[in-house]
């Protein structure tokens, strides 16, 4: 079964920098998407941006993009010019035959 | 506007007391997912359904049942509620992605209801 590490429990960002959250993945599967979801403290999980397997360029939407390094199972989620309202839990999760979720990263945003 | 409903929000239930919780979706998506979400910790799959095809992960308790009647809702069923089985459940839904050329599928993103705590005194 897929594996997903997400190595930093907490992270502090200042307003309007860039902050970059790690996720690695372990699978023999050459399929898969890659996904990286944000839930506030309201508690919906709210889908940020995906990567396929096979997807030669790196995804980008809007302030968020995915630096997705194949060769080192690695799909880190960049974003840019961090807000206030940035301040979340951020799980990274895999899908191949189902979904797997990292174990979050909690990021605070800082005036 | 399309979406993923969950019944109700808050539940309130006794130990022991079977609870339904219920989850409706107007995607028309295929699959439909239970996952149990405890305080700071991610999501765990409990099972999904492609279409009527019911997949239940190894280690979900059998306490925990799954009922899809139709495309549009699906229903998580807790026969003998513990302390433990108190939790966020969120019911999501996805498509399934074919890989072009590849001969292979996976899920697409999965879009998640607002979720029910789930209580048990």
């Known amino acids: 079964a897929q594996k997903i590490t997400q190595t930093q429990p907490g992270m502090f960002v200042q307003e309007k920098e860039a902050v970059t959250l790690d996720c690695t993945y372990d699978?023999?599967?050459?399929?898969?998407?890659l996904f990286w979801y944000k839930q506030p403290s309201s508690g919906e999980m709210i889908f940020l941006i995906y990567?396929?397997?096979?997807?030669?360029q790196n995804a980008t939407e809007g302030r968020y993009s995915l630096n997705f390094q194949k060769a080192r199972k690695s799909a880190n989620l960049v974003i840019s010019a961090s807000q206030l309202g940035d301040s979340a839990m951020y799980f990274c999760a895999a899908a191949i035959n189902d979904m797997r979720f990292g174990a979050g990263t909690r990021l605070t945003v800082k005036p | 506007d399309a979406m993923v409903i969950q019944n109700p929000r808050y539940q309130v239930t006794q130990f022991g007391k079977p609870v339904t919780l219920s989850c409706s979706q107007t995607?028309?998506?295929?699959?439909m997912y239970w996952y149990q979400q405890k305080s700071s910790q991610a999501p765990k799959l409990l099972f999904h359904?492609?279409?009527?095809?019911?997949?239940n992960e190894a280690d979900t308790p059998d306490n925990f049942q799954s009922r899809r009647p139709n495309t549009s809702f699906c229903f998580l069923d807790i026969r003998s509620p513990g302390l433990g089985d108190a939790a966020m459940y969120l019911c999501a839904t996805s498509r399934l992605r074919s890989n072009p050329g590849q001969g292979s599928s996976f899920y697409n993103e999965q879009f998640f209801g607002p979720g029910t705590r789930l209580t048990v005194l």
């Open positions: 699978t023999s599967d050459q399929s898969y998407g």
């Open positions: 990567q396929g397997s096979y997807d030669e």
């Open positions: 995607l028309n998506h295929n699959v």
């Open positions: 359904y492609y279409d009527k095809d019911f997949n």
